[in-house]
């Protein structure tokens, strides 16, 4: 599934596929790439407003204040390919 970093309805159909894994790279995005800050934001809002996916918001944050995924974020394909960082290892990890 490809998302669209600026369409907050994009965003938010991405993030409801894998909210545990997806909500702390979308956390991350909006740190790194102010260029996709609103539409990351907007997609927040969208999400707590709607009662369909409260369920997943709540499941995703008791996942995270457990101590789920505490991995850094990992770079997305187009940041690897514009040379922003470096691939993890598997095999050091």
Do not use: C, Y
């Not at 009662?51 to 974020?73: C, E, F, I, T, V």
Request: no cysteine.
């Amino acid at each position: 599934m490809l998302v669209d970093l600026n369409n907050a309805a994009s965003v938010v159909e991405w993030w409801a596929v894998f909210p545990q894994r997806h909500g702390a790279l979308l956390a991350d995005w909006a740190n790194r790439r102010p260029e996709h800050r609103p539409a990351i934001l907007q997609a927040r809002r969208l999400i707590d407003a709607d009662p369909k996916l409260r369920g997943l918001l709540a499941a995703s944050r008791s996942h995270q204040s457990l101590g789920g995924d505490s991995s850094p974020a990992l770079l997305s394909h187009d940041e690897l390919a514009a040379g922003e960082g470096t691939a993890v290892d598997s095999t050091t990890v």
